[in-house]
């Protein structure tokens, strides 16, 4: 098997289970948060899925990492093409996703005179980004600014100084874990935000840094295997002690910016990383999962949100059945909706 299809196939299975791992997310979330104090084993289903994707969204940043910080680039091509990529689809499905919330609003909310419309859609934008989950994209786009000028520095330093540039970007992650980070409203303190993006900027250079190790051996699979399952039980764990001694729901450990969840972040690249995958339709699936990655990402909470007003949660089952059956509706529904807009004039340009 050539080395660049084998490339593509790991890239494409980490970039198909951080897309699975995202919706995982979304759905177990509502379990964690309903049931506890009320149905502890509940709870500790919804806890334990939770804690076993915290890698999703530093995974998906560190393919950007593995994927363009190693080349140069023309500042006007890389931008065309990112922005274009990238921005098109958004800016339609934030205008999908207003509809939508208008169109949740009961009647009596529901604002009609063009100037109300425009004064609500404006404090949605402020209060929410219009949709939580667009965090990422706003984001994402504020660093592919960067990507071109990270990426010649990147390529000045040797592997050793990069290697402790990341222990230090760790050691300040773990210093400003307490610092509250505004990152769902546009709204009050940007420098919060700002610091947040320089934050995740550094799964970025991790994705780089561990992209150009040598190939991984079974033993590493297995200790980096290890290192998953411990990163589980820690996150899991702590997140239940650290809610009993609060008397109240504690989530810090499920932070994308813990030490446990970078841990768990580099576990799965390495454990994944040189990966090969000889059955066809195993590759075919994970291939056309990372294909319509970005677009199931922007429609996946319009499709859980539309689930839950007809009664498709995780209350309809016990979670052992209605998390997976869920995540898996909500995956091929998704699916479903971005394969169908492509098929339409001009549809891959604003699908994603």
Known sequence: MGSNTNTKQWLDFLRAIATIGVIIIHVSSPLVKMSYGRNIPFWWIGNIADSSVRFAVPLFLMLSGATLLDREYKLGEFYKRRFLRVLLPFLFWVIVYWVYRWCMLNARQQPHELQSILHWAVNLFLKEGVSKHFWYIYMILFIYLMVPFIGRGLHRLSNSTVLYLLVGWVVLAFMLK??????????????????????????????????????????????????????????????????????????????????????????????????????????????????????????????????????????????????????????????????CLRKIPFGNYISG
């Open 178 to 339: 307490s610092v509250p980070l505004n990152m769902y409203n546009w709204s009050g303190d940007y420098a919060s935000r700002f610091l947040g993006y320089f934050l995740y900027t550094g799964y970025l250079v991790l994705g780089y840094y561990l992209s150009k190790l040598s190939a991984t051996s079974v033993r590493t699979r297995y200790i980096a295997s290890a290192f998953f399952l411990l990163t589980i039980l820690v996150s899991a764990g702590l997140t239940y002690i650290f809610s009993k001694q609060a008397h109240r729901l504690d989530l810090t450990l499920y932070s994308y910016l813990t030490i446990n969840t970078i841990i768990q972040s580099i576990a799965i690249f390495v454990g994944i990383k040189d990966s090969e995958f000889r059955h066809s339709f195993f590759t075919t699936i994970l291939h056309t999962i990372s294909n319509y990655s970005y677009g199931i990402y922007l429609v996946h909470i319009l499709v859980i949100g539309i689930f839950f007003n007809h009664g498709i949660f995780w209350t309809m089952a016990h979670p052992l059945v209605s998390l997976p059956l869920v995540t898996l509706l909500t995956l091929m529904t998704s699916f479903a909706l971005i394969y």
